[in-house]
């Protein structure tokens, strides 16, 4: 199983190419998908650390997955975006009835966008589970839109950067590994990602309770 697995994962890597537009296509849809709110967890993280991992990070395939994952993001949360600015309450009620999470949580993310939008967005846009909340928020607030696209690019800046630098650090470190642990190089990248959401999901809990209570 585990052989399997390695093979599938190598192969992942050397399919992801000009010549390949399926494979492009997939990540682009994945990345669309998960901005407007149906996430594969892990996924497209993967994709681009193992790639990384494999190939090195300026590598061709890496640009053309970044390529793809910065057009999913800009078409997904731009849904979002301007459903939420076309429609205004309506569509936020109509979410907030089916997101139990966006309704108690809009109103206080759109208190906090003030004069500073970019960063307040870049912010959530990196913390577990408020990325479509800002994107409701910055729409229903008609906040412009040249300022969510730059927020978009900061977050992924951040984000697929350490990507990178996570696939880089394995890559340099791993570097005589043979290639049949590629399956568990994987899952220790995993097993780290899931560890940083857990983080970020406690302290951002206690620190709002802190709040409340206060």
Do not use: C
């Amino acid at each position: 199983m585990i052989d399997w697995i390695n093979g599938a994962l190598a192969t992942l890597a050397a399919a992801i190419s000009a010549a390949n537009p399926v494979g492009l296509a997939a990540i682009f849809g994945l990345t669309v998908s998960a901005d407007i709110g149906i996430p594969f967890p892990f996924a497209l993280d993967t994709i681009l650390f193992f790639t990384t991992y494999k190939m090195g990070a300026f590598s061709f395939p890496v640009l053309l997955i970044i390529l793809m994952l910065w057009g999913g993001r800009m078409v997904g949360t731009g849904l979002v975006y301007w459903v939420s600015r076309l429609l205004g309450l309506r569509f936020v009620d109509w979410v907030g009835r089916r997101s139990k999470f966006l309704r108690r949580n809009l109103e206080q993310f759109e208190n906090r966008l003030g004069r500073w939008p970019v960063p307040v967005i870049v912010g959530a846009r990196l913390t577990p589970g408020f990325m479509q909340v800002s994107s409701v928020a910055a729409g229903t607030m008609r906040i412009r839109y040249y300022q969510l696209v730059l927020a978009i690019v900061l977050s992924s800046i951040v984000y697929d950067g350490t990507l990178i630098i996570l696939g880089t650090l394995a890559r340099l470190g791993l570097k005589d590994v043979g290639p049949e642990y590629s399956f568990w190089i994987v899952l220790g990248f995993v097993a780290i990602m899931a560890v940083i959401f857990v983080t970020v999901h406690l302290i951002r809990r206690r620190f709002k309770l802190r709040n409340e209570h206060n």
